[in-house]
């Protein structure tokens, strides 16, 4: 009995891998103009600044102000709201309120409100106490690394005490 052998195999080149597609943006900036109006430069490697100039904290201040101002009327309107709402639970005359599942709507809507309030007092603190970096002159300077904060992400979040660097640092 003869033994067949297998026909030889035929060699196809290989195709060059494809190069791998461009990595998004996990931390898009929103649609915003720069704070000093133009366009931003890369930081060269002899620009290592330390602190933002007078003229960029005036800026910063100016914005966290606008964005304080806007805070504040937003807390006023929630504390309104849940005050209320707390005094039309507490007559006995009012429409509505003898239902169970009512009031379990009432209760979760004032737990949610309280919630809110919360959350904005938190943000104005946060914003009252970037103001008081500014004026101290440590604002924009990340409280882990010491390296001056991207200008870009403190438009974004102006009350952060960290750089994107350091954030990324606490979740590995």
Do not use: W
Not at 16 to 21: G, I, L, W
Not at 47 to 58: I, N, Q
Not at 62 to 81: C, G, Q, S, V
């Amino acid at each position: 009995m003869a033994t067949q052998l297998a026909p030889p195999i035929k060699t196809v080149p290989v195709a060059a891998p494809k190069p791998a597609p461009p990595q998004l943006n996990i931390f898009p900036v929103p649609n915003q103009r720069p704070i000093a109006h133009k366009a931003a430069k890369a930081p060269s490697a002899g620009d290592e600044r330390t602190r933002y100039s007078e003229d960029e904290l005036k800026e910063f201040e100016a914005l966290i102000n606008r964005k304080l101002d806007k805070a504040r009327d937003e807390y006023k309107i929630l504390k309104e709201t849940l005050n209320r709402n707390n005094d039309e639970g507490t007559d006995a005359t009012s429409g509505g309120n003898t239902k169970v599942l009512e009031d379990g709507a009432e209760t979760a809507e004032k737990e949610n409100l309280s919630q809110l309030a919360a959350r904005q007092q938190k943000y104005i603190t946060n914003l009252e106490n970037a103001l008081v970096r500014i004026k101290n002159g440590t604002y924009g300077i990340c409280s882990v690394t010491g390296k001056l904060i991207p200008k870009e992400r403190l438009i974004a979040v102006p009350h952060t005490t960290q750089s994107i660097e350091a954030k990324m640092m606490q979740h590995d």
